[in-house]
């Protein structure tokens, strides 16, 4: 799988970009770095799951509310396996490696096949907060969709205030690209988003440093 590139020889064929984004996904690839395995997310991975979903301080600067129950998150993860068969759901399970616990997520929320670009998102359990996993996965996903899903930018976004969340960008080389204003109503009010991209071109020339 890993050795099929995503051909984006031809701009305007949406369709064969779209048969070939779906195969990827609907089989998503493991993945692995030094202390993760990326995954897809199962059906054994509720309980942990929902110990980082039920979590306020996990969920503040995320769109969607805490998880009020197991039972919601088993549901969540049913569904989830419906789009990744479909080839509509983009998110790898992080596991790390010491414990073989499902730790988070990290994928695209997003992506324009018009444009080669795709929007990266990720959760972190709190108890894993400060050990560097979130950049060491996000990288290794950033080099996945280069490489081999032929994304010319990806972008991140996150609400004013997320300060973690703009670290994790920064130290994978992402830098500030825009800012919108009182963009985003997320539960109890307008949210102030700010966009961090970075090319193809720049994540290779900050490969090349290390």
């Not at 020889?9 to 195969?23: I, M, P, Q, R, T």
């Not at 081999?148 to 670290?167: C, P, Q, T, W, Y």
């Not at 920064?170 to 800012?179: D, N, R, S």
């Amino acid at each position: 799988m890993l050795g099929r590139i995503f051909s984006f020889l031809k701009k305007d064929d949406k369709s064969a970009k779209l048969a070939n984004l779906k195969e990827i996904f609907s089989n998503i690839p493991k993945l692995e770095t030094k202390r993760l395995v990326l995954r897809r997310i199962e059906d054994g991975d509720t309980l942990d799951m929902f110990e980082y979903s039920a979590d306020l301080d996990v969920t503040q600067y995320l769109v969607w509310k805490p998880h009020a129950t197991v039972a919601e998150t088993r549901d969540h993860i049913a569904q989830l396996q419906k789009k990744y068969d479909n080839g509509q759901f983009y998110d790898w399970g992080m596991v790390y490696k010491e414990d073989g616990r499902l730790v988070g997520t990290c994928g695209f929320t997003s992506i324009d096949l018009g444009k080669n670009l795709g929007e990266v998102g990720y959760v972190l359990s709190k108890k894993y907060w400060g050990k560097g996993l979130m950049p060491e996965a996000l990288e290794c996903i950033m080099d996945f969709a280069f490489r081999h899903l032929g994304f010319d930018v990806i972008e991140g976004r996150f609400m004013d205030g997320n300060a973690k969340s703009k670290k994790v960008m920064e130290k994978v080389g992402m830098a500030y690209a825009k800012t919108a204003h009182r963009s985003l109503y997320v539960r109890d009010g307008f949210k102030t988003v700010y966009t961090y991209s970075i090319t193809r071109e720049d994540f290779e020339k900050r490969k090349k440093k290390y």
